[in-house]
């Protein structure tokens, strides 16, 4: 049995809010192996830390104090500045989010972090800490977001200017912005995260694989079944005998970042065989990673990195 990296997924949104300095440094002082955590670009061309497209109204708190309802404003369309006013330390108490987050120690007057600032808290380790930054871009809505080639840029010039390529590893749905990065810094190590697999098979995936609704669902199957995902930017499985992990392999990659319950003995044998390393998003409960650890893989993404850690 392997003993996976341990990599607090989003800082470690199950013990601390999510995406914030001080969960990042609470996943340092645990000696995690790394952290993985969402770039966006501002509105004045900043690489910020946050997981949604929009402000998250569950999250999010004005200068007043209250949380904010929605719509809420785009992340691209607010400066640093204006992302900076708003309070992300404590989710709002009568939210589901904050109720399927109940272990999560509050931390009120965090801010929506740079990627700056992040890597300066991961360069305090005392051990080597990895980065696993996910470039968020949509594919299905461009509007929502920066572009793919633009945000890897952005995104390259901060680990660059930080001396922090090296212990980076690019992750993201969206493969036009990690393709982009190995044109431009062929040294970066690109891990290829993929959806649920199940939401492209035959019949509703199960609840607990979060599926879309069917409408969109079946648009994504569309475009798998024919080759044109936008997401794969010409590396789609149906042009590789069916194999995702054949595609990521075709494109460059480093590694497969598959969801947790996609993951099997077999499949992981086939990406080592390939010179993949394997990832899993996001593993919270301690069978879940027993089970992924019997099947080798080399990180585990995880809400609980203190559960991990205890195995």
Known sequence: MTRPWNIAHRGGAGLNPENTLAAFADAVARGCD?????VQLSADGEVVVFHDYRLKPELCRGPSGAWLTKPTPAIKALTLAELQRYDIGRADPASDYARAHGDVVAHDGEHIPTLDEVIDVAKSARQPFRLFVELKTSFAHRDESAAPEELAEATLAVLRRH???ANTVLVGFDW??????????????????TLPQ??????RPPPQDDPPDAL????????????TSPWAGGFDAAKHDGSIIK??????????????????AENAAEAHALGLKVGAWTANAADEMRALQHYGVDALCT???DILAAL
Request: charged share 20%; with cysteine; aromatic share 16%.
């Open 34 to 38: 790394g952290a993985e955590l969402d």
């Open 163 to 165: 001396d922090f390529v």
């Open 176 to 193: 036009p912005g990690l393709l982009h990065a190995k044109t431009s810094a062929p040294e970066i190590e690109c891990w290829f995260t």
């Open 198 to 203: 199940s939401w492209f098979g035959d019949g």
């Open 216 to 227: 969109s669902l079946s648009v994504l199957r569309h475009w798998a079944s024919t080759g």
């Open 247 to 264: 595609a990521i392999a075709a494109a460059g990659g480093e590694g497969w970042f598959p969801f947790w319950r996609d993951v099997t």
């Open 303 to 305: 809400d609980r990195p």
